[in-house]
């Protein structure tokens, strides 16, 4: 037996479904696995540019710097 499922629309075999839904979980982790990549090369980036020090840094001197950082990106968009 051969169950259909509607998608926007569209017929598709129960398989051919499952197969989509598989292909679309990997590719959400592979963005969640590149977005991650890249917010860990920006913190590195930052660190190394403003010469810290990652063995003393604390969470609350992290958030602070994000803070900034975020402030000074959003008034320098905000001049454009």
Do not use: C
Not at 45 to 63: E, H, M, V
Not at 66 to 72: C, I, L, S
Request: hydrophobic share 40%; no cysteine; charged share 20%.
């Amino acid at each position: 037996m051969i169950i259909f499922n509607t998608i926007g629309g569209i017929i598709m075999p129960q398989s051919n479904l499952e197969k989509q839904e598989a292909k679309l979980k990997q590719l959400n982790q592979k963005i969640k696995a590149e977005k991650n990549k890249i917010e860990q090369n920006l913190g590195k980036q930052i660190i190394r540019s403003a010469n810290l020090d990652y063995g003393t840094l604390t969470t609350p001197q992290i958030k602070m710097i994000a803070k900034k950082v975020a402030a000074f990106l959003n008034q320098a968009q905000n001049n454009r």
